[in-house]
């Protein structure tokens, strides 16, 4: 069994910071990508960041330069710094990892329980 578990989420004022985490646990051979998407009352689910196993990163156009993704191998875990950030950033924020499973059980995709961003004055 693996799992997700996000942590981070909380009430800022526009300007304002925050740092999510998720980190990954159970039964796992090697993670390839991790990511975050975010998912705002009434819209879809969009991808925020990625970052690969090789360190590669990418951003949607609406975060970039104020978003940072980065991973840490060793505790299997990633994180997004949210910098300046704005109302429209306000919605509830998901880990997503594709990863091999142990002991030869094969490829998984895993999702977090998610965790809620609200940008407020």
């Known amino acids: 069994q693996v799992q997700l578990v996000e942590s981070g989420g909380g009430l800022v004022q526009p300007g304002g910071s925050l740092r999510l985490s998720c980190a990954a646990s159970?039964?796992?051979?090697?993670?390839?990508?991790m990511r975050w998407y975010r998912q705002a009352p009434g819209k879809q689910r969009e991808l925020v960041a990625a970052?690969?196993?090789?360190?590669?990163?990418n951003y949607a156009d609406s975060v970039k330069g104020r978003f940072t993704i980065s991973r840490d191998n060793a505790k299997n875990t990633v994180y997004l710094q949210m910098n300046s950030l704005k109302p429209e950033d306000t919605a509830v924020y998901y880990c997503?990892?594709?990863?091999?499973?142990?002991w030869g059980a094969g490829h998984m995709d895993v999702w977090g329980q998610g965790t809620q961003v609200t940008v407020s004055s």
């Open positions: 970052v690969t196993s090789g360190g590669s990163t």
């Open positions: 997503n990892v594709d990863l091999w499973r142990a």
């Open positions: 159970g039964s796992i051979f090697s993670i390839n990508g």
